[in-house]
C-alpha cells in the first residue's frame, strides 16, 4: 500500500513539474495555475475536513 502511495505522489510531482515546465517553455499562465492546484488542492481539501471533524 504505501509503494503504490509513494509511486503516486512521485507522479503527481513528475506532473507538476512538466506543468511548470510547460508554463514558461509556452508562456502559458493557465498551466501553471493548474499545476499548483494539482499540487496543494488535494492537501487543502484534506486538512479542512480533518479541522472540521476534529
Known sequence: MSVVV???FFAVVAAV???MVAMFVK????????GLCV???PGTVL???YVALA
Open 39 to 41: 499540487l496543494l488542492g
Open 27 to 34: 508562456d502559458k499562465p493557465f498551466y501553471g495555475a493548474m
Open 17 to 19: 513539474a512538466g506543468a
Open 6 to 8: 509513494l509511486v503516486l
Open 47 to 49: 486538512a479542512f475536513l
